[in-house]
């Protein structure tokens, strides 16, 4: 099956830095990644769709100046957290989808864990 | 918000018995996935059932989905321990929500 590839799985780090997560898809070329932020035992909250050579598209209260998405290549996405705060502390995931993703599942990373001290 | 509805939250159940997970929603869609996570992981995709379609079957999977009552339900038949995860439908129409989760554990 398609896999997706993301790193670092968990991150440690001091108020006021930034934090660069990376989503690769290996197998196929991904038209379309999504990042989602996920709470302690609670759903998935789409933060972004991102098309490759385009700017994201952002979800209605997610800052795109604090979660910056760049999707350079079809096969590789980047969320940057910046200055980072102690309430940004979330399991972060990714997604990538072959075309426009309307009718292609989703193959997700293993999430990042992002802890911020 | 178009974010699906499951239920029940939680479900525990016997080795070889069947699991049932209801999502419901709340506007059009082009299609309902259904996925799996299991703790601290990323999300596995398990089957994807399109709008003008009814049921759908994987394995021991089965998937029905009912346009008119905005819902759908996925049944795992003779589960097994693995099986214990989490499981969330999404919905793809202009956007793609994650319903809230059905957390099932499964008692070997």
């Known amino acids: 099956g398609a896999v997706v590839s993301q790193h670092p799985s968990w991150v440690i780090c001091k108020s006021g830095t930034s934090v660069k997560i990376e989503c690769r898809s290996l197998d196929f070329q991904a038209t379309t990644m999504f990042w989602y932020r996920q709470f302690p035992k609670q759903s998935l909250m789409l933060m972004a769709t991102?098309?490759?050579?385009?700017?994201?598209t952002y979800e209605q209260g997610v800052e795109k100046d604090k979660f910056l998405i760049n999707h350079a290549s079809l096969t590789l996405s980047t969320l940057t957290v910046t200055s980072a705060h102690p309430e940004d502390s979330s399991f972060y995931i990714c997604?990538?989808?072959w075309g426009q993703g309307s009718n292609q599942p989703q193959h997700f990373g293993d999430g990042t864990r992002l802890s911020i001290l | 918000s178009q974010q699906g509805e499951e239920d029940p939250q939680a479900l525990s159940i016997q080795e070889g018995e069947n699991a049932t997970m209801n999502c419901s929603y709340k506007t059009s869609i082009n299609n309902l996935q259904w996925y799996r996570q299991n703790s601290g992981r990323g999300l596995v995709h398990l089957i994807l059932i399109r709008s003008n379609e009814r049921e759908k079957h994987s394995g021991r999977l089965r998937v029905t989905l009912d346009t008119s009552k905005k819902s759908s339900s996925l049944l795992i038949t003779a589960s097994r321990a693995a099986d214990t995860a989490s499981y969330f439908c999404?919905?793809?129409?202009?956007?793609?929500?994650f319903g809230t989760g059905t957390s099932l554990t499964v008692i070997p």
């Open positions: 999404a919905t793809r129409g202009n956007q793609f929500y």
């Open positions: 997604s990538a989808a």
């Open positions: 991102s098309n490759e050579g385009s700017k994201a």
